[in-house]
């Protein structure tokens, strides 16, 4: 298989994956209170929406490239 043919299929199964999940979660530590030796920390959960639209053109990119990828010269 060509490298565009499976730059194609990595393109689809990330597609498909910013579709199900449609966002990145992590966790963050912040200070809270820091008083001399008492200090305070929590952790925070925070999320980087992905909009659908990137989902939707990574999919039809890896189809793109998985259709020129496999086509004989």
Do not use: F, H
Request: charged residues 15%; positive net charge.
């Amino acid at each position: 298989m060509k490298p565009a043919g499976i730059v194609g299929i990595i393109l689809i199964v990330l597609g498909i994956i910013a579709l199900a999940y449609q966002g990145i979660t992590y966790r963050q530590r912040e200070t809270v209170i820091d008083i001399g030796p008492i200090k305070a920390t929590a952790e925070r959960q925070r999320t980087i929406p992905l909009p659908p639209i990137i989902g939707v053109a990574a999919v039809v990119g890896g189809i793109a490239l998985l259709v020129v990828g496999t086509r004989k010269a």
